[in-house]
């Protein structure tokens, strides 16, 4: 085979692995806003209320693509029908969660969360443990803000 079109066949396998990269890449950060000025919902995930067994959590996909986002505390998406998979912070300290040292694996399970994000609207959200030590996601608190 020829040089020339073993290079150009590479050259064209790499443009085609880039686009698939790049629609990829844009299919995940897509649910997510880039500027305050985008129509937009708030998620707080980082309030940690131990009375009502509330923790804190992390958005680990959506619509089952990886966020890969570390910025996590307070995230801006676009108003729509989302499914988030949801996990627990690293800084829940399990030890204190009512009933969990005989559930302690099944709390590191990812749950689902459904939610319709709407603009101009801030969701608190957190994991709920119950007295048994198990966990669901729970939006605890809604407001609209400007």
Known sequence: MNIAIRNSLAWCAGVLCAAICATAFAAVSSAFVNSRSEPHAV???NYKMVPSQIYPVRIWMV??????????GV???KPGDYTLRIKLTKIVNLDYVPGLKQKLPDARQMQDLKLDLQAGKAYYIGAKFDAS??????????????
Request: net charge neutral; glycine share 6%.
């Open 75 to 77: 995230v801006w998406m």
């Open 133 to 146: 030590g198990n966990w669901q996601p729970v939006v605890w608190k809604t407001a609209e803000f400007k």
């Open 43 to 45: 998620l707080y995930l």
């Open 63 to 72: 619509d089952g693509t990886l966020t890969n986002r570390s910025d996590q």
